[in-house]
């Protein structure tokens, strides 16, 4: 069994803010509705008296719902609407991202095909959607790479569609794990190597680039073991962060030796590349 946890909204700026608020809470999946957002949680999971007493302190009017899990998937398939997403530089289609049910866009040269289910990761997400961008400028030919907190999988696929020979692909949950598994065989994809941990390890051969489309938190726990998993030289992607931390990842990221080199903001979410130099 499921419960969600219906939170009415009245614009994106305050869904992220809560999405941002509950960032470390153990949750399946998020959705973002027009009017609300919905966090489902399994029914025995303790985290739900957090968000609950959170809610109440702040005296937001919410309702719960429950779901049987077998309606889940399903649930999911019908609010996932395929995606197209712009190359940075002129706009034109750059990639794009269907479920199975979808049909193809021949015209459009790269695809990705991500099967929901309850891992994030679809594209659709500001920070999926800029960590695309960002790595679309950089080059992936030969190089290794580190997804840390894949989610979906669905950087990691990105990634080897780039020209990465060797990726890792981490995450602390088993359904991502399970989901990413799926999506790497849908979309035939050679070169990753799925792992489940709960934290960044120390690569013993640091890699080329590091994604990190994760939240500050957990960066700031983990930044130590991300730039020692690094290469002189390579290249770590931050994402999962709101404008109002800036400074504060910035800051984070220059004390660990790190250099920055961009910084983009859509729709409230920062995406970074630092360098380690």
């Given at each position: 069994?499921?419960?969600?946890?219906?939170?009415?909204?009245?614009?994106?700026?305050?869904?992220?803010?809560?999405?941002?608020?509950?960032?470390?809470v153990q949750f399946l999946g998020i959705e973002e509705r027009p009017?609300?957002?919905?966090?489902?949680?399994?029914?025995?999971?303790?985290?739900?008296?957090?968000?609950?007493?959170?809610?109440?302190?702040?005296?937001?009017?919410?309702?719960?719902?429950?779901?049987?899990?077998?309606?889940?998937?399903?649930?999911?398939?019908?609010?996932?609407?395929?995606?197209?997403?712009?190359?940075?530089?002129?706009?034109?289609?750059?990639?794009?991202?269907?479920?199975?049910?979808?049909?193809?866009?021949?015209?459009?040269?790269?695809?990705?095909?991500?099967?929901?289910?309850?891992?994030?990761?679809?594209?659709?997400?500001?920070?999926?959607?800029?960590?695309?961008?960002?790595?679309?400028?950089?080059?992936?030919?030969?190089?290794?790479?580190?997804?840390?907190?894949?989610?979906?999988?669905?950087?990691?696929?990105?990634?080897?569609?780039?020209?990465?020979?060797?990726?890792?692909?981490?995450?602390?949950?088993?359904?991502?794990?399970?989901?990413?598994?799926?999506?790497?065989?849908?979309?035939?994809?050679?070169?990753?190597?799925?792992?489940?941990?709960?934290?960044?390890?120390?690569?013993?051969?640091?890699?080329?680039?590091?994604?990190?489309?994760?939240?500050?938190?957990?960066?700031?726990?983990?930044?130590?073991?991300?730039?020692?998993?690094t290469k002189m030289g390579g290249k770590i992607l931050f994402s999962?962060?709101?404008?109002?931390?800036?400074?504060?990842?910035?800051?984070?990221?220059?004390?660990?030796?790190?250099?920055?080199?961009q910084v983009k903001l859509f729709n409230q979410w920062l995406v970074?590349?630092?360098?380690?130099?």
């Amino acid at each position: 069994m499921y419960t969600n946890i219906i939170i009415p909204c009245n614009n994106i700026s305050e869904m992220e803010l809560w999405i941002a608020k509950f960032s470390e809470v153990q949750f399946l999946g998020i959705e973002e509705r027009p009017t609300e957002l919905v966090i489902s949680m399994e029914k025995d999971n303790p985290d739900i008296e957090l968000v609950l007493q959170q809610l109440k302190m702040s005296e937001t009017v919410f309702s719960l719902e429950t779901l049987e899990p077998t309606n889940w998937n399903a649930h999911w398939e019908s609010q996932f609407e395929p995606i197209v997403i712009p190359n940075p530089i002129d706009d034109t289609p750059m990639l794009y991202i269907r479920a199975h049910f979808h049909p193809q866009r021949p015209e459009i040269a790269k695809e990705i095909c991500i099967t929901p289910k309850m891992s994030f990761g679809t594209g659709h997400h500001a920070t999926t959607l800029q960590m695309i961008q960002m790595m679309s400028q950089l080059s992936f030919s030969g190089k290794s790479v580190l997804d840390f907190g894949t989610g979906t999988g669905i950087l990691a696929i990105y990634a080897e569609m780039l020209g990465a020979n060797q990726i890792l692909a981490i995450d602390y949950d088993p359904w991502c794990i399970e989901n990413t598994q799926e999506n790497l065989q849908t979309n035939d994809c050679k070169k990753i190597t799925v792992l489940q941990a709960d934290h960044c390890p120390e690569l013993i051969e640091p890699v080329d680039i590091i994604l990190a489309n994760i939240n500050l938190n957990v960066i700031q726990d983990n930044l130590n073991a991300i730039v020692k998993s690094t290469k002189m030289g390579g290249k770590i992607l931050f994402s999962g962060v709101l404008d109002h931390d800036k400074e504060l990842l910035q800051s984070s990221i220059e004390n660990a030796g790190l250099q920055v080199t961009q910084v983009k903001l859509f729709n409230q979410w920062l995406v970074v590349c630092a360098e380690r130099a």
